[in-house]
Structures are given as C-alpha cells and as structure tokens.
C-alpha cells in the first residue's frame, strides 16, 4: 500500500474507511460470509474467496492499522498474544530470540513453556540496556523482541540502538507498541522491522473486543510467511471484532491524549504521597529513562505502575479500597483500572509483590486523584 502523509487525527478518521460502494452507507456493513462467489472461469472478482484467508472487514481494519503505523501492510489476529505467537511459529526450531526480561508475562510464558520445549532458543535480557542485547547476540540469533514502554515496570528501550544491533546482526527487530500506540510512538521511524499491539488495549478502547495486530515496515519474505501462517493457522478476528477495532481507531488520539494528560497529573500526585515508595511513569523527570522518551515519543502514555511501602499487603489494600478505579486486568479502555499485578502474573512472575498497577482511563483527572488519595489513606 501506498504510504499516507496525513496527520495520525485524520488517518484514526479515514484509513480504512470508505462509503460503502453497495450502498452508500458511511458506517462499513459487517460481512458475515464465510465464503465468496467464484466466476464461472474460477477466478474471484472481489479479491475474496474464504472467510480465513481473508474478509472485507479485515481487510479494512488491516488497511487502518497499517497506515496509523506507516507500514506497508498489517495482518490482524483473534488476540494479541496469536499475533506473537505467528511471529514466533515463522522462525524455525534452533533459531535465537533475544526477548526484553519486562515483556508482557503472556508473550514471555509462550516463550518459556510453548516455544523453548518446541526447540526455539530464547534469551531474556534487560533491552533497555542495549550493550546487554548485543551480547546476547549468537551466530543464529534471528529476531529481537522489545516492549517499550515496558509492562509493567514502564522501562525505555532505545529503539534506534537496538535497530543498529539488529541490523549488524542480519536479525529482524519486533516492537510491541501496545502501551505508546501509534499515536505517540513511531517504532518504524527508529528502525523496527515490525510492529506488535495487542489491539484489545488502546486501539479497541473500550473493553469489549479480543484482537491483535503485526505491522510490517516494508514487504518481505517474513511478512509473507506471517501472511500465509494467518490463513492457515487460523487465528482470525470476527468480522464484528474488525469492525469495533476500526470504530474504537476513529477516536484513538482522543482518547490516548486525554488519558495521558490523567495519567501525568496522577503520577505527579503519587510521587509526592508518603505511603508511595516509587513511581514508574517516564513522564516524571526522575525516571530512568525520562529523556529517551521525551526524545522518542510524542507523550508519556496511560500506564503507569507504583510501588509501596508496606509490602504486598499494602498494595492488595489499597486496590481493595479503590472505588472509581475499577479492580480489573487489561488496560487502554475509557473506564481507569487498577490491580495488583503480580497475583494476577502468577506464581513465576518477577514482579515485585508491592507494585499496583494503573491504566488511566477518561475521566476527570481529580475524580481520579481522590480516589487514590482515599485508598491510600488507609495504610
């Protein structure tokens, strides 16, 4: 596909979106059938021929995604996690993959109990430091896969360093975008070869759609394997997920700015309360890696995680006490979350026990403030 220049407001908006050409109508019909109408020599007139392989409903959706991200193609899965889990299956048993030690726990558990006994060499290392991932490189290193931010530690990983490395290594880079979204991180203006979301989170935006999504920087062999591995395997989103994923797109830089601006003023406040042993949110200046992300983002995001003074007890009462944030997994929705992450990760997590971890939702910052104050206050 040809590259937009249109500001990221007006592709949410347009990409993907036309008036539909049976019947005018601006909102897209959702295309139930699974199967499509041949011509009498076999050929298909529409471009489609099975509802696996491929659906118009997608392929709006995939068109959206590619051109929010300034990729040449996207291909959109059932679930964030079934689109890690193709890039993975692309590579062949023996190959090496250099993944961030702060990844999402799913994608690090695929790794772990799936794809290592499965002969796939995997090697976790801190991604924010970029001379630790050039160790790690081996003679079959393939992929590096990075998450920036982080989850749920918020860390920053210099996408143009590791971009470098890859490139010297002849290996492809993956970024998960989940947590920056494309409204205010661009992984493929620092070098990545593909961008990951799992498109539950910000881009669905309201809690009520599984899907994720690879984005492509430019077509390649790799890109064509994931191709064929979406149709084969199968892991497909619904017509009807396609089509909440493109209406939550349409007011994508809506929402993330307003929740990034929630998000700054909430951090600001937990960073001065006394019962708060640290914050991770990039936007405060006291974070590790508060200059790359000013430098490489265009916003600090929605997500932010907090530690505690009092011990995992401490972080289990104050998300019991929690009125307006709702006690929840999951993030990027409108409504604000809020939960104790490592009983949610599970026994193996490396998360610290008094880490509460928040997605800022929409509404009134200081609605939001006092929440937190008052469940704070209990300790």
Known sequence: MQKSTAHIETLCVHAGHAPDAATAA??????????????????????????????????????????????????????????????????????????????????????????????????????????????ALTPVTQLIWVETPSNPLLRITDLAAIAEIARRAHALTVCDNTFATPVLQRPFDYGMDFIMHSATKYLGGHSDVLGGAIVARTASAFSER?????????????????????????????????????????????????????????????????????????????????????????????VANAKLFIRATSLGGVESLIEHRASMEGPDTKTPGNLVRVSVGVEHAGDLIADLDQALAAL
């Open 26 to 135: 601006i909102s897209p019909p959702i295309h139930l059938s699974t199967t499509f109408e041949r011509d009498a020599d076999g050929g298909y007139p529409k471009g489609f021929s099975y509802a696996r392989a491929a659906n118009p409903n997608r392929t709006q959706l995939e068109t959206c995604l590619a051109a929010l991200e300034g990729g040449s193609e996207a291909l959109a899965f059932s679930s964030g996690v079934a689109a890690a889990m193709t890039v993975f299956q692309a590579l062949k048993p023996g190959d090496h993959v250099i993944c961030t030690q702060d990844a999402y726990h799913g994608v690090q558990r695929l790794l772990r109990e799936v794809l290592q006994p499965w002969q796939l060499r995997v090697s976790f290392v801190d991604a924010a430091d970029a001379d630790a991932v050039r160790k």
């Open 226 to 318: 994931l191709r064929l591995l979406q149709s084969e395997a199968g892991a497909v989103p619904s017509p009807f997920d396609c089509w909440l994923l493109l209406r939550g797109a349409a007011t994508l830089h809506l929402r993330v700015r307003a929740q990034t601006e929630n998000a700054v003023r909430i951090a600001g406040f937990l960073a001065e309360h006394q019962a708060v042993e640290n914050v991770f949110y990039p936007g405060l200046e006291s974070h590790p890696g508060h200059a790359l992300a000013k430098q490489q983002m265009r916003g600090f995001g929605a997500m932010l995680s907090f530690t505690l003074r009092g011990g995992a007890a401490a972080a289990m009462r104050v």
